[in-house]
């Protein structure tokens, strides 16, 4: 398996557009998370999913973010519009239920300037 | 609110020393508590898991434990070698939930 796979590795973009992070899950894992990495906050969990169903979305920070993950094998998450306050390393990552052995992707930078 | 803290921020030690990482969490009602690596511009990699019921546990060089009434667990590493040189998180559940609660890492260098 080619691990847990996010798209674009980096994102430079200007405020007030449309951002969309993408993640592919292990196959056969059935929680899919999205953390948020910055310098002063750290690592930040924004929403996790169980069998494609959002169960925790306490962290998405405002209106502005929304995710989804319409089938098993595939995630978006979404900033409209974008802000300078955006810009930080998104993460995604899976794992089975209960196993807690939990498989990060490389990451998206973004940039919002 | 449980946090999760991690000290120091940075070390840094001769290759060949052995050194322990610090977490301290305040809340003892965990689940279980993991230890990640996460090396410049790459994701984060699982070292250690151990359960609420555990004490320890341990691979190759190695060993992480947990004293929940203290609300603490250590990182050990030993004989370092350059190539441990990384951030090093830990991160815990509570109650059941996935949602893992970070700390901000300790960025280790381990000189040649």
């Known amino acids: 398996d080619a691990g847990v796979i996010q798209s674009p590795r980096h994102e430079v973009t200007e405020m007030g557009q449309e951002v969309t992070l993408r993640c592919k899950p292990i196959?056969?894992?059935?929680?899919l998370f999205w953390y948020r990495q910055t310098m002063m906050r750290g690592l930040e969990l924004l929403i996790y999913?169980?069998?494609?169903?959002?169960?925790?979305d306490s962290g998405m920070p405002e209106d502005r973010f929304s995710a989804k993950m319409p089938n098993a094998s595939f995630s978006t998450l979404k900033i409209q519009p974008s802000e300078p306050r955006d810009s930080a390393v998104y993460f995604c990552?899976?794992?089975?239920?209960?196993?807690?052995?939990?498989?990060f992707g490389s990451g998206t930078r973004l940039t919002v300037v | 609110k449980q946090e999760v803290t991690q000290i120091p921020a940075a070390l840094s030690v001769p290759e060949g020393e052995n050194l322990v990482l610090n977490c301290s969490f305040t809340?003892?009602?965990?689940?279980?508590l993991q230890w990640f690596r996460q090396d410049p511009g790459k994701g984060l990699t699982s070292l250690l898991l151990?359960?609420?019921?555990?004490r320890e546990q341990t691979s190759g060089r190695l060993n992480a434990s947990l004293d929940k009434s203290s609300g603490r667990s250590t990182l050990y590493i030993a004989a370092s070698q350059p190539g441990d040189s990384a951030t090093y998180l830990c991160?815990?559940?509570?109650?059941?939930?996935?949602?893992?609660?970070f700390g901000k890492g300790t960025k280790l260098t381990v000189n040649p």
């Open positions: 809340d003892s009602a965990i689940y279980n």
């Open positions: 991160a815990l559940t509570q109650g059941g939930s996935e949602k893992l609660v």
């Open positions: 990552a899976s794992s089975l239920v209960g196993n807690y052995g939990y498989t």
């Open positions: 196959s056969g894992h059935n929680s």
């Open positions: 999913f169980n069998n494609n169903v959002p169960i925790d």
């Open positions: 151990i359960q609420s019921s555990q």
